[in-house]
């Protein structure tokens, strides 16, 4: 509480995610610009993709524009159709899905797991059940936190289906000892200002399908022909990196390990923190799993939640002593000048796609009213029906930038505290 009392508002903010540059990165940059590499092509773009594959594990990486860039690209390699049903994980940031669109296909979401906040293997299963045709599934690892890979990879194989992993939020995250962004047939990082390492933008697809790898080398600048002029056979995109973010990325790959471990500690101090409070952090199967804890979240207990509504844009919340709500606690952290941020709102709640099917773990989400009323469905096993907008509307992202210091996050548990 004294620590409260000390500050009305941290003088810089503290960022949920931003970037730490270290010094390299600046001289990989200078290089590209001395040698006038200024363009598409270069060392920096070809060290990349082969530092990539190194951590990894994958066999082949191609370096894009965008972490959608390269999902994009991934879904075309799957070869989604016009009218194409698509499994996609629905606690996700709509870059996973809306690439499917572009390609004409339709988003049939799978609601979410309470283990990792993943998709539920269980309602995949199910969602082949109702959907049989559907031969492609994109999944994301939520906040650097790996879903049941194993069991979602061995329930795409019994259906025949193309994986695609959405790595983008999880890479250096491991799953059974093997790195996230391999465990489908394609696979997507990115390096947006706020991941894990960033080249202030830029993305990679991985693969070990060296064909696959080539087609996508090809769309990704212009889809060209080897003829003297500009001859297309297939349409085109201007998507590769640009060797000047590649030199950003080369100098922060180094300190890939650095940025989890500085990740860890936050979670591992909000936990602390927290473990007299009636929350728990975003939770991961520690026996099987390295996160690379991008995000810390909290999720309250549902016993300790005030009233709190959401329309469209906007929010309302009632006080309550012993209680509190998302909301609650992210205005206690914006008056501070700390960023907090609710969680990814599920896929199936979008205005955007209402109307796309949603599979729970009990079948057709669509087909049953009730799960949208807050408090509303429970499933046999007495949980919520939807999972996603349970988890929606009691969780929340904490600051988790790795550049605040133990000082800042202990004030900013204490503000927590004080909510409640
Ligand atoms: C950031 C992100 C993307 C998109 O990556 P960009 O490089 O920003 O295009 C895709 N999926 C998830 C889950 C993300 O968090």
């Known amino acids: 509480m004294n620590n409260i009392k000390k500050i009305n508002k941290f003088k ?29 092509v270069g060392a920096n773009i070809n060290e990349v993709e082969r530092i990539a594959c190194e951590k990894t594990g994958c066999h082949y990486a191609v370096a894009l524009s965008s972490g959608t860039a390269a999902l994009h690209m991934a879904v075309k390699l799957a070869g989604i159709k016009k009218g194409d049903k698509v499994f996609c994980s629905d606690m996700t940031f709509d870059a996973t ?32 059940e109702i959907y049989p045709e559907v031969r492609v599934v994109v999944l ?72 696959a790898a080539k087609k996508v080398k090809k769309w990704s600048t212009q889809a060209r022909e080897a003829a003297p002029w500009y ?19 080369r100098g922060q790959f180094p300190y890939l390990d650095e940025h989890i471990e500085g990740k860890k500690a936050i979670y591992e101090r909000y936990k602390e923190g927290f473990k007299d409070l009636p929350v ?22 549902p016993e300790a ?54 599979v729970t773990r009990e079948g057709n989400g669509r087909a049953n009213t009730n799960a949208y009323i807050e408090g509303g469905a429970v499933g046999k096993d007495g949980n919520p029906l939807d999972v996603g907008m349970d988890i929606f509307h009691r969780g929340l992202c904490l600051p988790s930038d790795i550049k605040m210091t133990e000082e800042e996050q202990e004030i900013i548990i204490e503000i927590v505290k004080a909510c409640f």
């Not at 990165?25 to 040698?35: G, P, S």
């Not at 056979?233 to 973010?245: A, D, H, K, L, P």
């Not at 728990?280 to 207990?301: H, V």
């Open 305 to 358: 939640m005030c009233k709190q509504v959401r329309g469209e844009q906007e929010y309302l919340y009632l006080s309550e002593t012993g209680k509190s709500c998302p909301h609650e606690i992210l205005d206690a952290l914006t008056k501070v000048n700390a960023e907090g941020r609710p969680i990814w709102k599920p896929m199936h709640m979008q205005p955007l796609y209402r109307m796309n099917g949603f």
């Open 97 to 128: 899905v809306n690439p499917v669109v572009y390609e004409g296909g339709e988003p049939i979401f799978i609601d979410t797991e309470y283990d990792t906040w993943n998709m539920d293997p269980v309602a995949l299963e199910k969602g082949f």
């Open 12 to 40: 810089n903010k503290v960022w949920l995610a931003s970037p730490t540059m270290h010094g390299e990165e600046l001289q990989y940059v200078t290089e590209a610009y001395n040698t006038n590499w200024m363009s598409t």
């Open 231 to 249: 001859q297309h056979e297939e349409i085109g995109y201007n998507y590769r990196m640009s060797n000047v973010i590649a030199g950003v990325v």
């Open 280 to 301: 728990c952090m975003n939770p991961y199967d520690a026996k099987n799993s390295e996160p690379n804890f991008w995000l810390s979240c909290m999720l309250i207990e």
């Open 140 to 211: 994301a690892n939520l906040y650097g936190t790996p879903g049941k890979l194993d069991e979602l990879k061995a329930i795409c194989d019994k259906h025949g289906a193309v994986l695609v992993e959405d790595a983008a939020e999880s890479l250096g995250a491991a799953y059974k000892g093997i790195q996230t962004g391999t465990f489908g047939d394609y696979n997507v990082i990115s390096f947006n200002g706020n991941k894990i390492i960033t080249g202030s933008s830029g993305g990679m697809l991985l693969t070990n399908d060296g064909e």
